[in-house]
Every structure is written in C-alpha cells, then in structure tokens.
C-alpha cells in the first residue's frame, strides 16, 4: 500500500506521552519466538527451489515468474503478501497514531477503489504477456509501441519507484527489532547489525529460488497476520476501556495543538478542507499501486486470465483486515502507548510492536512481530526479483546485450536482485525515518507517470510514442521538484510530505495525481502535433486485438515466434 503525508503535520509524539527515557532490556522470550519463525521461513524460501520441480532455475520464466503457474490460492497468497505489506503493520497505524483519518485510514477506500481496476484491465495485461512471453510492463510497452526510449523510460521508472518501497519493509524490520530491544548500539554497526542478517538471508534465498519462495512465505505469513489482528481487535479494545473510549481519545489527541507547528496534530474526521487531500490520495494511490514491477510480476505468475479475476473479487477481504488495523493506532492512542526508539526518541513508527508487547505475553507479542518480519520479507522478495526483471530485460538485454541467453538474463536478473536490496539499505540507512511513509512517497509519485504508456496502451495506440514520453519526463520532473519542496517543520528535511496545492484549483492535493494530469495533458497535446501536424512517424505494434482476449488453454496463449522488437522468450 502506499501512504502518504500531509504538509504541516510532523512525526512527533505530543509531549504527554513521550517519556524521558529509552526502554532498556531485551524480550528475550518475543525474540526467541521471533527468530523461531524467522528460521522457519527461511528454510521454506530455500526448499521453494524445489518445490514443484521446475526442469530448471536458469530462467526467467521459472526464476521470475514461478513458471507462469500459480492458481487461485496461491495468486492470492501471493499478492496478498506483495500488496498488504509491513507498510500495512507499521506504517498505517502509525500514520492514524500520529496524523489520524487523512494519512491513514484513506488507505481502505484506496484499496476498495483498486480492485475494480485489476479486474479490468490486468487480465488484458496477463492475456498479451503470455501470448509474446513479456515478463515486465516495459517488455509490453515496447511491443506495443516499438519505441525502446519509452520502455527504458518505464523500466527505468519502475526500478527506482521499486527502491525506497523495498527500504520500507526493511524499516518494518527495523522496528520489530528496536522494541524487542535489540540494534541499538552506539554505533551504526551495532545499531544495524540485525537488519543487515535480515538483508543477508533476504537476499540468499531470493537469488536461490526467485519467486517460489515469497509464494510459500505468504502461506505463513498470512495465517499470522489474520490470527494476530482477530485477536488484537477483539482483546485489546477490551484492556482499554472499549471502542468507544478508543475514539473519544483519538478525537481528544487530533484536535490538541502541536507545539512544533502551532496546528492540531491531525484529523480524527476529515473536514470540507481536506476532501481533495483524502479523495486525490485515495484515487493516486489505487492507480498507482498495480503500476509497480512487483505487482504485475505476481499478475504475470498466474496460469490463467481467469486466475487474475477471481482474485479481484476475493481480495477485497484483505480490506476489511487493513481497516482493523488501521484502527489499532487509535487503540495505541486510548492505552497511552509510548513508542519511543532505543535512542530515547519518540518514534511513532514503533507503536503497533510496542502496543503488542505492552499488552500481549511475551510468547503472543513474539509471534505478533514474527508476523511483522514476516511481512516484509515476503514484498521485499517480490519486490527485488521484479526490479531485477526490469533491469535484465528492459536495460541489460535491450541496451548492453542484446544476445544473451535465456540463462545469461536469469544470472543477471539474480545478481540484480542482490544489488537492488543494497541500494534499498542505503534509503534505510541515510533517509530520515521517523515517518517510515515517506519511503513510499516518491515511488508513488514515479510510477503513477507509467500509467497512460501501460494502462492507455492496452486499449488504444492513438496517444504518439513520443508524446508518451514527453508527458512521462514532465509528469517526473513536476513531481519531484514538487514533492523535493515539501519541507517538514520539525525537521526541516525535503520530502516532507505528499500533498500540495494543486495547480488552477488552489485545493491541496496528492502530488502523483497532479503530475499525472500533467502528464496527461502534454501527452494528449503532444499526440494532436505529432499525429496531425507533424505526422511523425508511428512505431510498430507486434500485437493483435485477439492478444488481448487468450487464456490458458487457448492456442492463442502460445508464444509466437520473436518478433523484430520483441524480447527472447525465456523458455
């Protein structure tokens, strides 16, 4: 999911409950449990090399996309755990802890609004994809196009919008690891140490079993995640006084003033001023979330059309878990939570593992946490194999080596995957992370740009290759100087924030959605002189209208021969 932040509203704790001292000890019986299952999941991401015997790893189709042969279950394992990420464990509630209704609980319209748009149009997608062994958005648009500058523009996008998302798992890592009291030493050695064996195991079973492993980790991963929320939401209101103290206390806290700003801390219901904010928040979010390499990537994994579908319509249950969740930083908020970090800092990104280890046993709070690990290893994985599909096929293959064998693009795609975690560590390690939602911001900002090249792309060819591009360079020149200029006021850092005021309308908006209307207009401007006035010439398309309708079973699903601008098959 992608969260994101108002302007004005700082990741601070208010001065009531932020006390003077870092918690000191380490849970000894959470970590054990923690690392019992972190063992346990380990282990199953190196047995998925086995699992279902693949002839071979030395693939892209079966090191990438698990063979093209996941069905109902196993897709909606797998992009349960690639979309509802630790983002959803750490970042959600703290948002609603810190800010209240508009940074947070957007997020569960956004996620109701999303799901009607994977129905329609990933199933055209998976169709194309499977018909010319595309294994990357970028493989389509180049197909579709017969530009290579808008593919490399869209790999590209998708490979750097792919960085700070991964970095953000790795923060939800980090956090289960400061609460149970460890990483803290006073260098920065000892202070990551423990992140970086996450990082280190991460990346080996990865690059042993690609995609296979994050689709047995989510089996684990999901069945933790429902038990801990079911138990969380019916228990712990309880322990504090019952939902409607819990609301009455978030109501109490939104309205105080924050003495850093001199403004309430947040919005416990959004009023007429925030409707764009929330509204342009909700919609950017939920076209931008399947433009991520990651999540077409478990789309392409699929075996059938009507895989992609069905899981459209049972997804939603993962909403009605997300808004529990999201409430639990209300809950945080009636029980006088105190989320502060090792190095005595309030940290409100801590609030949910501290929430668990204040009320839980120590036994239940470890295995609430393994649930958080848990739940970044597993879109992290998904996460660094799609961007390093990106990176083989769209810039490897298409610009250094163009004749590299189906086992050269599936080596490099897994040494890719390590270097993409190493630079998603360096996000974690030199980027400010009191307000871990921040991480995301920019990736939605970049990616939303991608939309007309890809979605536009899988309906009609009248928008001009090179007014594609143009459109996607100004929509991400706009949204980054924009978002760059977002200061936060306590820290005084850029990129403080997601939202801004919206060009002509004057109403404070989420950025991606300005900049994609940008885009949209110099595109449809840029199409009118290229077409009719300039008559540039068009690129070939190397698909037809029945692409766009094959399903497993169908011959039409076959591979077709390489075409002039077509990638290798990988199989």
Do not use: C
């Not at 979010?285 to 319509?313: C, D, E, G, Q, V």
């Not at 006088?336 to 668990?356: E, H, M, R, S, Y």
């Amino acid at each position: 999911m992608a969260p994101v932040l108002a302007p004005g509203l700082v990741p601070a704790l208010s001065p009531a409950v932020a006390p003077a001292a870092a918690p000191e000890g380490v849970n000894g019986v959470a970590l054990a449990v923690l690392i019992f299952f972190f063992v346990v999941v380990a282990a199953a991401g190196f047995w998925a090399a086995r699992w279902r015997r693949p002839q071979s790893m030395e693939s892209l189709e079966e090191w990438g996309l698990g063979g093209r042969s996941f069905g109902t279950w196993i897709t909606w394992f797998l992009l349960g755990g690639d979309l509802y990420t630790a983002y959803t464990f750490v970042a959600v509630p703290a948002a609603m802890f810190a800010f209240g209704a508009v940074n947070g609980f957007f997020a569960v319209p956004y996620t109701i609004v999303l799901y009607p748009i994977i129905f329609v149009f990933m199933s055209r997608l998976w169709s194309v994809s499977h018909r010319h062994g595309y294994v990357t958005p970028a493989d389509f648009v180049q197909g579709r196009s017969g530009s290579r500058g808008l593919s490399l523009a869209v790999a590209v996008t998708g490979f750097l919008a792919t960085m700070p998302y991964i970095a953000l798992q790795l923060v939800g890592i980090q956090a289960v690891l400061e609460v149970v009291g460890i990483g803290g030493g006073g260098n920065w050695v000892a202070k990551d140490l423990p992140l970086f064996i996450a990082f280190l195991v991460l990346a080996l079973y990865t690059y042993t079993s690609g995609l296979r492993a994050p689709a047995i980790i989510a089996f684990v991963k999901d069945i933790l995640i429902y038990l801990v929320i079911i138990v969380a939401v019916i228990y712990l209101p309880s322990k504090v006084g019952g939902w409607s103290h819990v609301f009455d206390a978030a109501k109490e806290k939104m309205a105080t003033t924050n003495p850093a700003t001199g403004k309430a801390n947040g919005v416990f219901i959004p009023a007429s001023a925030q409707y764009w904010a929330y509204g342009t928040l909700a919609l950017g979010s939920a076209m931008a979330l399947f433009m991520y390499p990651h999540s077409i990537t478990a789309t392409l994994s699929a075996k059938s059309r009507n895989t992609i579908r069905k899981n459209a319509s049972i997804l939603p249950a993962y909403s009605f878990l997300l808004g529990l969740l999201a409430l639990l930083g209300w809950v945080a908020i009636a029980a006088g939570t105190k989320p502060i970090g090792l190095d005595g800092k309030p940290n409100a990104q801590l609030v949910v593992p501290q929430l668990f280890e204040d009320f839980f046993p120590s036994w239940f709070a470890g295995v609430a946490f393994a649930a958080i690990a848990i739940g970044a290893l597993v879109p992290a994985a998904i996460m660094s194999i799609a961007a390093a599909n990106t990176f083989t096929r769209n810039i490897y293959k298409a610009w250094i080596r163009p004749d590299a064998t189906v086992q050269q693009e599936a080596k490099v795609s897994k040494l890719t995957s390590l270097v993409v975690k190493g630079f998603a560590l360096i996000f974690v390690l030199t980027l400010d992370k009191s307000n871990a939602i921040n991480f995301q911001l920019l990736g939605g900002i970049w990616i939303l740009q991608t939309f007309p090249a890809v979605v536009f792309y899988l309906y009609t060819r009248w928008f001009h290759r090179w007014a594609l591009l143009a459109g996607w360079a100004v929509g991400m020149v706009y949204g980054t100087i924009t978002a760059y200029n977002v200061v936060n006021p306590a820290t005084k850092a850029n990129f403080g924030g997601s939202v801004a005021s919206i060009p002509v309308i004057g109403q404070m908006g989420y950025i991606a959605v300005t900049a994609f209307a940008i885009n949209l207009v110099v595109a449809a401007v840029g199409t009118l002189v290229l077409r009719y006035a300039v008559k540039a010439p068009e690129g070939k398309d190397e698909t037809i209208p029945a692409d766009y309708f094959a399903d497993a079973g169908d011959p039409r699903v076959e591979k077709l021969q390489v075409g002039p601008h077509e990638m290798t098959p990988s199989a």
